[in-house]
Structure formats: structure tokens, C-alpha cells
């Protein structure tokens, strides 16, 4: 057999006819769009959107230039630099179908700590319309206690001191701003991308939190003038394995050294408020809405708080998939019971939605057996992901006297997690959390004080002051410590015997 042929521009027309790739020019795209952040989920989501709006109709001003910060993207930029920005989308079915796609919507990428003077003037381009992010939930560089823009942390400090020369997305993003108002061009639009509540009005309060430390009156028109659309995104995204870029090399005798996976399900809805124009995305099954507020709440609040309840119990039991999980009848009822019991009293209607259909279909996608999404993706960077997927669902209950044990009990197994760090047979498991040591000691305190996890303000606030959720979380607390099978206790609060 010959040797894989290398993915690039110009071996596209040589690719087998079952994948499908990109029959536009190319080389005619230009960088509306600069996105920092250039994961798995960019690539099978805004960028799949894309280049399938490339495909259909003339939107040549539409390409996507990626950026990335970090020496960790460093990889990234390569890679994709040697197959000119194309990369392979494998969507996988539950059946075992995949669908092989070659994406063409990024044209370029650049890597901002090399050379932040080029990023800022690309984001500066009078071509660039839309910065887009997905920089994790984590990355907003929110202080906890006051829920404010962090000045404490060094990187903003050394932006603030070095504005032409920034670290941090919000000095890129400020940089770039300021030059547009000085030539007289309208700002970009700031479109974010990552899981959280009202990631739009959050970016806004973050970016202006930040410019205001450099300048006041440019703070004043970002507030002003720049447009930050609230948004959903959805499509469950695994990271990729060497059996993945196997598959390519077998099936169709391609290299391709970084590939994404994803399902077949893909979802986003945003905001229709842009103030520099956007692409038709309408066209390719993206839905503008007026308000994302009841989408948002209810996608965070049930496939990603599910994904929490399963990657945490699953994680002390010893599974390693979602799909595993869910194949477990006493894990697939316990998360549903959590749906109806806890998630779904706090959500409002969403119109055109229901929610019935909706937590049965996020079901069979967690059980997609070819997506094999690992907890150890799920879990990382819980002290992020919590205080939005789980926690405001465990204070509304409160609030309305709701149940709060199914949650709780994720909550306690996740100080049994972050304190043993190994499953219930003693495997160690692979944690990895910007607070990862604080959380760990914490939780090891746990043996003095009941308590001690809970007190962990940056994640939890003020919760441990909530008596009746205190008085559960210790409850929960005995249980899982006496023994960490969870199942016998993940049984017992659905017998109603445990909690209250
Ligand atoms: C997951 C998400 O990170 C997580 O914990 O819940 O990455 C999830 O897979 C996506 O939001 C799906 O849209």
C-alpha cells in the first residue's frame, strides 16, 4: 500500500468520494472571523457551521483565522499550518455510521504569544467583523467572591502595565478595540462560545472590568458600542484518539494528525444582535432568537450538570465513559430522577421545546457508543464547571424548598473524589483542576471538619451557611466515606431513604 497521503489543499480532489470537503475557492476566503481558542469544540462546531455556509453559498468574507495564546496551542498551530488549516471531522452515529468530513473554514492561525502585534492587527483588520472565543469556563478571569473582572491575577497586571503586549484575551481583545476607534472603524462583534450563563453579558462585564484599569473612556464605548450576543452552543465533542487518526489512515489511506470527533447532534442558538454584521449562519441551521436566556439555562442546567453527575459518581465507581454510565440502569435512572426531580422544577418553558423529548434525547446521546466521551474530560476543570452547571440549580431548590439530594450527593462524592483522588477500588484517577491542590486540601479536612470542602468559597460561596443543604451534604458526606460505593447510596436517595 502507498504511504498515507498527507492532508493538505492540494490533495483534496484525490480524497475517496464518500468524504465530503470543501468545494469553494479557498484561496478567495478572507478573516471575517479571528476565534481564540482553536479546540476540538471550535472545530465541530462554529467552524463546521461555517464551512458548510462557505459550501452553500457565496461567504467569502467569512473564513475564520484561529489564535491561540498559549505555548500549549503550540501544537495546534503547527499541525494545522502543515495541512493548510484542514483538519477531518468524523461524525460519529450511534449505529457505528461515520460521516468523514474535510473543513475548510479556518484559513489561517496565529499564535498571539509569539507575536501579539500581529494578532492585535488582525483583529484590528477592517476585514475582521466577529471575535469569537472559546476559552473555557475558567478562562473569563472572574473573581469569585465579587463576581467582578480578577485584578489580582498577574496576568491582567502585567496586560495593564504592557497593553502592547498582552497575555490575556481581554488585553488582545482591548488592544484591538482601541485601534479601531482610532482609525474610525466599527468595532468587532464578541461572540462567546464557551458553556455559561449569559456568556455574552459576562464577556461584556469582564472586558470592560479590564479596560477600565487602562482607560476609562475607551471602557466607556466597548460598554457602549461593542455587541456581545448571549449564545448556546451544544455537540458533544470527545477528545481525539490515535484510533481516530487510524481509522483515516485505514479507511482511506489519509494523514491526518489531528482529526476531531463529535456526534451527529449539533445545536446553537444566539443572540441576533451583531454590530458589524454576520455571516447567513441562518442558513445552515443556526437559530437567532430575541432571548437565549431559556436555552441556555436549560442546556447547562441538564447536559452538562448530567454530564457532572455522571462524570463524578462514574469516576468513584471506576467507569470510564459517559456511554459506560448510562448503560448502567441504576446511573441512567439516578441522572433522570435528577432531571425531573431537581433540574427541570427550575427551569422555564422554552418555547418550541419539550422538555420531556429533550432529557430523553440527551440520554440516548450520552449512550452514543461511538463517542466513548471520557470522564476524564468531564471532570477536568470541575471547580469551573460546577458553580454553573450545578451549584444555581442546588440554590433555586433551595430557595423553593425543592429536592437538593441528588445534587448534593454529587457534591459529596466530589470531596471523596478530590481527597482520595482514585476511584472506590483505589485506581488513581487523573484530576486535573486549576484549584486542583486547594480543593485536595480541603476535602483531606474533611476527617476534622464535615464541612471543610464546602467552605471552599471560590466554588461554593457561601453554601456551607445553608442549614438544611449543610445538614444533607454531611449526611452524604458519612455515606460515601463509610464506603464509596456509590451505588448503594445513589439507591438509597432514590428509595427516598437518605435526605431531605
Ligand atoms: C461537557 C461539555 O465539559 C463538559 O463538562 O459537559 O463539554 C459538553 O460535552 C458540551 O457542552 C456539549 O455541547
Given at each position: 500500500m502507498n504511504p498515507p497521503l498527507p492532508l493538505s489543499e492540494k490533495i483534496l480532489s484525490r480524497l475517496p468520494s464518500e468524504i465530503v470537503r470543501p468545494t469553494y475557492d479557498r484561496s478567495r476566503v478572507k478573516t471575517g472571523i479571528v476565534h481564540v481558542g482553536?479546540?476540538?469544540?471550535?472545530?465541530?462546531?462554529?467552524?463546521?457551521?461555517?464551512?458548510?455556509?462557505?459550501?452553500?453559498?457565496?461567504?467569502?468574507?467569512?473564513?475564520?483565522?484561529?489564535?491561540?495564546?498559549?505555548?500549549?496551542?503550540?501544537?495546534?498551530?503547527?499541525?494545522?499550518?502543515?495541512?493548510?488549516?484542514?483538519?477531518?471531522?468524523?461524525?460519529?452515529?450511534?449505529?457505528?455510521?461515520?460521516?468523514?468530513?474535510?473543513?475548510?473554514?479556518?484559513?489561517?492561525?496565529?499564535?498571539?504569544?509569539?507575536?501579539?502585534?500581529?494578532?492585535?492587527?488582525?483583529?484590528?483588520?477592517?476585514?475582521?467583523?466577529?471575535?469569537?472565543l472559546t476559552i473555557t469556563e475558567g478562562g473569563y478571569n472572574v473573581d469569585a467572591e465579587t463576581g467582578e473582572f480578577d485584578t489580582s491575577n498577574p496576568d491582567a497586571q502585567h496586560d495593564v502595565r504592557n497593553p502592547s503586549q498582552p497575555r490575556l484575551v481581554f488585553g488582545f481583545l482591548t488592544a484591538a478595540l482601541q485601534?479601531?476607534?482610532?482609525?474610525?472603524?466599527?468595532?468587532?462583534?464578541?461572540?462567546?462560545?464557551?458553556?455559561?450563563?449569559?456568556?455574552?453579558?459576562?464577556?461584556?462585564?469582564?472586558?470592560?472590568?479590564?479596560?477600565?484599569?487602562?482607560?476609562?473612556?475607551?471602557?466607556?464605548?466597548?460598554?457602549?458600542?461593542?455587541?456581545?450576543?448571549?449564545?448556546?452552543?451544544?455537540?458533544?465533542?470527545?477528545?481525539?484518539?490515535?484510533?481516530?487518526?487510524?481509522?483515516?489512515?485505514?479507511?482511506?489511506?489519509?494523514?491526518?494528525?489531528?482529526?476531531?470527533?463529535?456526534?451527529?447532534?449539533?445545536?446553537?442558538?444566539?443572540?441576533d444582535c451583531f454590530s458589524n454584521g454576520r455571516p447567513n449562519w441562518q442558513d445552515v441551521g443556526v437559530q437567532f432568537v430575541p432571548d437565549v436566556s431559556p436555552y441556555e439555562k436549560m442546556k447547562l442546567r441538564l447536559l452538562n450538570a448530567g454530564h457532572s453527575v455522571l462524570g463524578i459518581l462514574g469516576s468513584v465507581f471506576g467507569y470510564q465513559t459517559i456511554d459506560e454510565c448510562v448503560g448502567d440502569d441504576l446511573f441512567r435512572s439516578y441522572l433522570r430522577q435528577f432531571f425531573d426531580r431537581e433540574a427541570t422544577p427550575v427551569l422555564d418553558d422554552v418555547e418550541g421545546i419539550d422538555l420531556d423529548e429533550y432529557k430523553a434525547t440527551l440520554i440516548q446521546r450520552f449512550g452514543n457508543p461511538n463517542i466513548r466521551d471520557h470522564l476524564a474530560r468531564i471532570c477536568l476543570e470541575s471547580s469551573s464547571k460546577l458553580p454553573v452547571f450545578l451549584i444555581p440549580t442546588i440554590r433555586e431548590n433551595l430557595a423553593r424548598g425543592g429536592s437538593i439530594q441528588y445534587a448534593a450527593f454529587v457534591v459529596a462524592t466530589w470531596c471523596y473524589y478530590s481527597d482520595k483522588q482514585a476511584d472506590r477500588h483505589g485506581q488513581q484517577l487523573d484530576v486535573k483542576d486549576a484549584f486542583k491542590s486547594e480543593l485536595h486540601r480541603a476535602a483531606t479536612a474533611t476527617s476534622e471538619n464535615r464541612l471543610s470542602f464546602l467552605k471552599?468559597?471560590?466554588?461554593?460561596?457561601?453554601?456551607?451557611?445553608?442549614?438544611?443543604?449543610?445538614?444533607?451534604?454531611?449526611?452524604?458526606?458519612?455515606?460515601?466515606?463509610?464506603?464509596?460505593?456509590?451505588?448503594?447510596?445513589?439507591?438509597?436517595?432514590?428509595?427516598?431513604?437518605?435526605?431531605?
Open positions: 482553536v479546540g476540538g469544540f471550535h472545530r465541530s462546531h462554529e467552524a463546521f457551521y461555517t464551512d458548510r455556509l462557505l459550501q452553500s453559498e457565496n461567504a467569502s468574507e467569512w473564513g475564520i483565522c484561529g489564535v491561540g495564546l498559549r505555548d500549549a496551542d503550540r501544537k495546534m498551530a503547527t499541525l494545522l499550518k502543515q495541512q493548510d488549516y484542514l483538519y477531518t471531522l468524523l461524525v460519529k452515529d450511534s449505529d457505528g455510521n461515520i460521516e468523514s468530513r474535510v473543513i475548510g473554514s479556518i484559513v489561517d492561525y496565529m499564535m498571539g504569544c509569539d507575536d501579539p502585534a500581529a494578532v492585535i492587527d488582525r483583529m484590528a483588520h477592517p476585514e475582521t467583523k466577529i471575535v469569537s485601534k479601531r476607534r482610532k482609525s474610525g472603524l466599527p468595532p468587532f462583534t464578541i461572540q462567546s462560545c464557551d458553556n455559561i450563563q449569559h456568556n455574552g453579558d459576562l464577556t461584556r462585564k469582564m472586558l470592560v472590568g479590564f479596560a477600565r484599569l487602562q482607560d476609562e473612556e475607551l471602557a466607556g464605548w466597548i460598554e457602549r458600542d461593542v455587541s456581545f450576543p448571549n449564545a448556546m452552543v451544544d455537540r458533544i465533542t470527545p477528545v481525539t484518539t490515535e484510533a481516530d487518526i487510524e481509522y483515516l489512515r485505514s479507511q482511506y489511506n489519509l494523514r491526518d494528525d489531528w482529526p476531531v470527533v463529535c456526534e451527529p447532534f449539533c445545536q446553537w442558538v444566539v443572540e471552599f468559597k471560590p466554588v461554593f460561596g457561601d453554601l456551607a451557611e445553608n442549614e438544611r443543604f449543610a445538614k444533607t451534604y454531611t449526611e452524604m458526606i458519612d455515606r460515601v466515606y463509610r464506603t464509596p460505593d456509590v451505588t448503594k447510596h445513589m439507591r438509597a436517595i432514590m428509595a427516598n431513604e437518605i435526605g431531605s
